[in-house]
């Protein structure tokens, strides 16, 4: 249930759910959605007390998020002059409007974008997009691979794509698959180089256990300072 607070002459907008759990629990996601949870039996006053209560952590949570988007600068009007990053590149995207043609062209450090609307320069751009991480991604496994084969690791059987909100990428090693997140797109290049590092070590160790961030580090000795360089996109 979605329900609104006002705190400070700030008005918020959380997710109410009702769970078997002993106390109020408030999660800022990722994406900066606020979501709480609670007792069955708790009142609408007693979770916005909890919440006001919470409200420095709140401000704090999601000025990070508004941190990470403006530095991770993805694409939210499509409009000439938006600024925007290509793998950690900071670029201006130019869309032309009213052209018999549509397409994209990048010459660094802009990208034009001809289209008849907004709209439309959306899903062309986000093409080119998925396209050049699908192929960014292609090229460092052809890299790393042989290093995990030295550790008795086969490459992976599948390689997919998909916008997610909490996760850089996924794992699984029963089908030998691996997911990566579109949006890994405006990070620098040694920051999803450790993405694909991070991944392709759970098919040694499918946890966080020390042994795993041995197999990380072996090889990516500097892994810490791009995990820490992750979080501000």
Known sequence: MLRQIVIDGQVYVYELSRKRVKNINLRINHDGTIKVSCPARTTIGEVEAFMRAESAFI???????????????????YVDGEKVNVFGERCTLHVNTGFPFKGLRFVYPDIYVNAATPEQAERIYQKWRREK???????????????????????????????????????????????FNYNLFEAPEEIIAYVVVHELAHFLEANHSERFWAHVADIMPDYKIRRKTLREY
Not at 61 to 76: E, G, H, I, M, T
Not at 136 to 150: H, N, Q, S
Not at 157 to 177: A, E, I, N, Y
């Open 59 to 77: 401000r704090r949570s999601l000025a990070k998020v508004s941190y990470r988007k403006d530095n991770a600068a993805r694409p939210s009007t």
């Open 133 to 179: 991480l699908r192929a960014k991604i292609k090229e460092m496994l052809d890299y790393y691979c042989p290093m995990f084969a030295a550790k008795g690791v086969e490459p992976p059987k599948q390689v997919t794509f998909r916008t997610m909100s909490t996760r850089w990428g996924v794992c699984t090693p029963s089908t030998r698959k691996l997911t």
